[in-house]
């Protein structure tokens, strides 16, 4: 059985740091990996993937992700948070179902 | 071009009651798939339909099921309520490309179901 695992419920960076949230996965065969953000009482939006091709996947609002297949990992990185990227974050596995973890709470203090 | 959208936006029902939830996917994606998002047990799949089809389904009883119609808008359905079914229920769509469904979904805002 497929799962992701999201260590951190929550995440607390000062403005202007870097931050990354961390999801490690287990799947069997290759996986299809993806990050998601939601903001307070609306539906979760699409940051990036990871299908195939470049360890380093860069995404939308600046964002970017690290595949490492030997660790199973699939951290989600920025190089300078803001105050708006305070959400909820989601680590997602695709083969044969949508696995999601449980949710990363960043919060970015000013 | 138009997100997915989702009808109601809030649900309230008492136990033993039946909901429909529907939901309009983005023009042209093909596949829609609904979740079950609460506190306590974050976000689940409950199922997956493309062109008209279950394509995959979670691990949900019987009580909550689900259809897609040709212009693939899908509802899906809740019987006999219990109070553990209040969550909020997302649907999401995606592309889907050579019958691989591997894509980034696009996700509604969910409509919040509340049982009493």
């Known amino acids: 059985a497929q799962s992701v695992a999201q260590p951190e419920d929550q995440v607390n960076v000062a403005e202007g740091n870097p931050l990354t949230v961390k999801c490690t996965y287990s799947?069997?065969?290759?996986?299809?990996l993806f990050w998601y953000v939601q903001y307070p009482n609306r539906g979760l939006q699409f940051l990036l993937k990871?299908?195939?091709?470049?360890?380093l996947v860069k995404g939308s609002y600046g964002f970017e992700a690290e595949f490492n297949k030997s660790q199973t990992s699939f951290h989600l990185k920025k190089p300078s948070a803001l105050v708006s990227d305070s959400a909820l974050y989601f680590c997602?596995?695709?083969?044969?179902?949508?696995?999601f973890g449980r949710g990363t709470s960043l919060i970015v203090h000013p | 071009k138009a997100g997915v959208t989702q009808t109601p936006r809030y649900l309230i029902k008492t136990r033993g009651q039946q909901v429909t939830l529907s939901c309009s996917p983005i023009?042209?994606?093909?596949?829609v798939s609904w979740y079950q998002q609460t506190p306590g047990q974050g976000l689940q799949f409950l199922f997956e339909y493309f062109s008209e089809t279950q394509r995959n389904k979670g691990n949900f009883p019987g009580r909550f099921s689900g259809r897609q119609f040709s212009n693939s808008r899908s509802e899906m359905n809740v019987s006999t309520l219990e109070l553990g079914d209040s969550a909020l229920y997302l649907c999401a769509s995606s592309l889907v490309i050579g019958g691989m469904g591997y894509n980034e979904q696009f996700f509604g805002p969910g409509t919040r179901l509340t049982v009493l």
């Open positions: 023009s042209g994606h093909r596949s």
């Open positions: 997602a596995v695709r083969s044969y179902i949508p696995t």
């Open positions: 799947v069997s065969g290759n996986p299809y």
């Open positions: 990871y299908i195939t091709g470049d360890n």
